[in-house]
């Protein structure tokens, strides 16, 4: 891979901050785009902008043209078994309301049992919190080792008639700890069949090659704008077998079949959860990233980023005052690295790496529980992409000195 | 002034009014639910003027400096008077330049402190 041609196709690195070259170490909350990215978006506006599945004329042909390939294009890369399967959100958060609403509401009932994991980022825990205090559902939490993994052994455990539904990350957004999502689900499923696995790929589809169909979940949940595309575009994989247990929550133009004065009919589709004009040129935007993905490949990514890990856990080594969370393997976790400085709060931190031109991210990364359970009130979250190279390690490594010198 | 600089630097390392007071006359807790800063603010009370302010927090520098300035102003100040300080009063009294984000720290204690009085007046 060769970063230094990869980072020219993204503008914004080129970027100062304070009069520092920009070291963007913030890749968790959002990604940054490449042109191509950003070309396809004001292209489609400049040139083919119409709203889709609609009217007759040209520029509605291409729109809805542009718009279904994309979801083939999408489809394709992450293994889906049919286009028909991806739905087109505002971002993983949407996706996990609309099965946490949209599934739970219609399955889910008193005394049933929902498990989930205690790194959770919020948005995969509040939905499933709301939805099994409306159903008298019960939601449990498996606590974390104090290696930072989970037993697994214990969960299954725990299984029974009245499970109806497995949460998982694929990876945290604060401990970047990679789950064997296959395993688990195999094994669930020999202890009760008729389980549901809801999947957040959120910190996981923007590192690793997914293959939907190889993983055996029901329902995956991602977004765009963590790996390369534009904010507001999400992705929910649902399952084509289950697509009946799950009804729409957004109701309006583009998911009818027959509306009348008394009842109305839902398209058979994916289209049936997409209310409304959906988010087109994000979708766009987000199919010229997964393009870009393709060229570079994933397996490359992945490499690079073992590789960024390998790096910076060598350099932390040095540093007896550095406390990291999470597995100190890199083959076990994504490019990410959530750590604090003795003595150091982490927004103090954050802020003189920031006036360093080192962009990282503090506080609890919304997952309190994890960070309640760590006894700490946050923690100092460095997260990379292929982008990101040993230079700009080295530039986080000589911020947090400055950091000591000064806050210490 | 810039964040960091000496002065903020030496009141964060030895704040005023820093821990705990016995016996005072109220005491609350806040929280910045946003990035997890807690703090407890401790007032003595007599014949309606605070004669003694302290605070213990779990929370970054600018939490803590906030802490110390705003304790200091308002000891030997009436209620009234503690009532009338504002937002812009306090930032003026940090006298650091402070980003959006970091503003939410500053204030707080501020907005402990509103909430202390307002317990007060109630019991």
New interface residues.
């Given amino acids: 891979m060769n970063i230094k041609r990869i980072k020219k196709d993204f503008p914004i690195l080129k970027r100062e901050v304070n009069g520092k070259r920009l070291v963007y170490l913030d890749n968790a909350a959002t990604s940054q785009k490449p042109l191509g990215v950003v070309e396809a978006i004001s292209d489609f506006y400049l040139t083919n902008n119409s709203n889709i599945h609609r009217g007759l004329h040209t520029l509605s042909e291409e729109a809805s043209e542009m718009y279904d390939e994309a979801r083939v294009n999408i489809a394709e890369f992450f293994g889906a078994a049919k286009s028909d399967e991806i739905i087109f959100t505002s971002g993983t958060t949407e996706s996990t309301n609309l099965v946490a609403f949209g599934w739970g509401e219609k399955n889910l009932k008193s005394g049933d049992e929902i498990i989930i994991l205690l790194s959770e980022h919020h948005s995969n825990f509040v939905p499933w919190q709301e939805i099994a205090k409306r159903k008298n559902a019960k939601l449990i939490v498996e606590n974390l080792e104090p290696d930072y993994t989970y037993n697994f052994t214990e969960m299954y455990k725990k299984i029974s008639d009245k499970t109806k539904l497995i949460v998982l990350s694929h990876a945290s957004n604060v401990l970047g700890n990679i789950l064997e999502i296959k395993t688990i689900i195999n094994k669930a499923k020999k202890i009760n069949e008729n389980l549901r696995f809801f999947v957040d790929g959120a910190q996981a589809a923007p590192h690793l090659l997914v293959n939907l169909q190889s993983l055996g979940c029901d329902f995956y949940v991602m977004s765009g704008h963590k790996m390369l595309g534009p904010t507001g575009v999400g992705i929910l994989y649902l399952r084509k077998e289950i697509q009946n247990e799950v009804d729409p929550i957004k109701f309006g133009g583009g998911m009818i079949k027959e509306v009348y004065l008394d009842e109305t009919s839902y398209k058979n589709s994916c289209e049936k959860y997409e209310g409304g004009t959906p988010n087109i040129s994000g979708v766009i935007g987000m199919s010229a990233a997964i393009n870009y993905l393709k060229e570079i490949g994933m397996e490359e990514i992945r490499k690079h980023e073992i590789e960024l890990l390998k790096y910076f856990f060598e350099k932390a080594k040095k540093y007896e005052d550095l406390t990291i969370y999470g597995s100190m393997s890199p083959l076990e976790r994504t490019g990410l690295v959530s750590f604090n400085i003795k003595k150091i709060h982490p927004h103090d931190l954050a802020a003189v790496l920031a006036n360093e031109g080192v962009a990282v991210r503090s506080g609890h990364h919304c997952a309190m529980p994890l960070h309640k359970h760590l006894q700490i009130p946050g923690s100092v979250r460095a997260s990379f992409y292929f982008y990101n190279d040993e230079d700009d390690i080295d530039e986080l490594f000589k911020a947090l000195d400055k950091a000591r010198k000064i806050l210490l | 002034m810039d964040?960091?600089r000496e002065e903020f630097?030496e009141i964060y390392k030895n704040p005023m009014n820093q821990g705990k007071m016995e016996n005072p006359t109220i005491v609350e807790h806040g929280v910045n639910e946003?990035?997890?800063?807690?703090m407890d603010l401790f007032l003595k009370i007599e014949k309606g003027k605070v004669i003694d302010a302290k605070f213990t927090a779990?929370?970054?520098?600018?939490g803590v400096v906030s802490s110390a300035i705003l304790t200091d102003e308002i000891k030997g100040k009436t209620i009234e008077e503690v009532k009338k300080l504002s937002k812009k009063d306090l930032l003026e009294l940090i006298g650091v330049n402070l980003?959006t984000s970091?503003i939410k720290?500053a204030t707080l204690p501020l907005e402990t402190l509103e909430k202390t009085i307002q317990e007060y007046e109630r019991k």
Avoid: I
Wanted: aromatic share 6%; charged share 20%; with cysteine.
């Fill in positions: 964040l960091y630097m946003a990035c997890g800063d807690e779990q929370s970054c520098s600018v980003t970091r720290c």
